[in-house]
């Protein structure tokens, strides 16, 4: 149950279905997305670049959230889902001259049918296997980056700024402004999702798929339903990715970033669309407060080195992943889910 505060009460059905049902929370809403979009008239262009790399990873661990989070089914293959989507807007838009908005919504959907293949595994295997079988799209999928000629090979891509109805996002703040944009879509469109009969269902088939079945729920299809949002949520990060950073090649989608995502899932919170926003913001900050120390102990300690120093940081970052596991399981999410019950019910918090 969603606690609300004193004297707020339910009285209609579509009151109890709205997002946000208080003034305060539609004003918080507001104020924030006019903090956001305002950002790039008085921010540092280093600001609009680390919020605009959270908002594309969001996009990419909302989706991993559909189908591990919400469907049950663990995949360990999102960072190549990502490449994917991100060379085939890029080869859609050199090769076949499509804009950047058809182009991005080709290369999800063509990304999301790629997705569904390798999510056709989950009709006969589960759990450790299942993890297997999405490792080899990681491994596979790797593999054709690397060597095809169309995508550049280890030389890469080189990706021309977005146009949307003749306008060119080449300079930092139209690039933040459309990635803002786009997010705040895929967020919205992820929460509804999840609202709705198809959302019960996967939440259904993660709890217990006999029992799903048993009730009459299509198991096998909404599973592949799951993989194939999923990994249109991929294809879409992808693309944001391709063209604000402008430039790119196999090693930018790797298996440890497909384990960091899930990392941050596991951070932020499963089966809940804040909790990746939550963990991709965490662990971003958490890696960008890493690289600005690392000079600084490489120049205090010189016999440690900024190398090894690095690797310590990649031990802190499993160790706060083993620690939310043990300890909070539920990710920040729930810590932050508390933490607004006691403020509703100050102060009768107990």
């Known amino acids: 149950m969603s606690w609300l505060p004193c004297g707020t009460y339910i009285v209609r059905y ?11 929370q539609k004003i918080a809403l507001i104020l924030f997305l ?34 591990t989070g919400h469907a049950g089914q663990i995949s360990l293959g999102q960072a190549a ?26 290369a999800a959907i063509a990304t999301g049918v790629i997705g569904l293949i390798f999510g056709l595994s989950a ?28 995508t550049g090979g280890t030389h890469g891509l080189f990706v021309e700024p977005a146009r949307i109805f003749g306008f060119e996002f080449s300079s930092i703040q139209s690039r933040y402004v459309m990635v803002i944009g786009i997010t705040c879509i895929m967020i919205y469109f992820a ?3 999840m609202r709705s009969r198809l959302g019960r269902a996967l939440v259904a088939v993660r709890d217990n798929d006999l029992a799903a079945h048993v009730m009459g729920i299509n198991v096998s299809y909404y599973k592949l339903v799951a993989f194939f949002i999923s990994t249109f ?47 991709v913001t965490f662990m971003k900050v958490l890696e960008e407060i890493s690289i600005y120390i ?17 690797a310590a940081s990649m031990a802190l970052y499993a160790s706060i992943i083993v620690a939310f596991l043990l300890l909070e399981p539920r990710g920040v999410n729930h810590l932050w889910n508390v933490l607004k019950s006691r403020y509703r019910l100050y102060p009768f918090s107990y």
């Open 191 to 193: 929460k509804n999702l």
């Open 233 to 279: 949520y991929a294809g879409i990060a992808g693309s944001l990715w391709a063209h604000f950073i402008g430039f790119i090649n196999p090693d930018q989608f790797n298996l440890y970033d497909s384990i960091l995502y899930l990392g941050m899932l596991i951070i932020g919170g499963m089966g809940s669309i804040v909790g990746p926003i939550f963990g």
């Open 81 to 106: 889902f990502v490449g994917a989507g991100a060379y085939l807007c890029t080869i859609f838009i050199q090769k076949l001259g499509l804009s950047f908005l058809p182009a991005m919504v080709c």
């Open 34 to 67: 006019i903090f956001l979009f305002t950002l790039p008239l008085y921010s540092s262009r280093y600001i609009m670049t680390l919020i605009s790399m959270i908002a594309i990873t969001v996009i990419t661990v909302e989706g991993l959230c559909i189908v």
């Open 123 to 150: 009709l006969r295997v589960k759990g450790f296997y299942l993890a297997m079988s999405t490792l080899a799209a990681q491994l596979i999928l790797g593999w054709i980056f690397l060597h095809l000629h169309i």
């Open 294 to 310: 690392t000079p600084i102990v490489d120049t205090i300690f010189p016999a440690v080195g900024a190398q090894a120093f690095a």
């Open 14 to 24: 579509t009151q109890d279905m709205a997002i946000f049902r208080t003034r305060p």
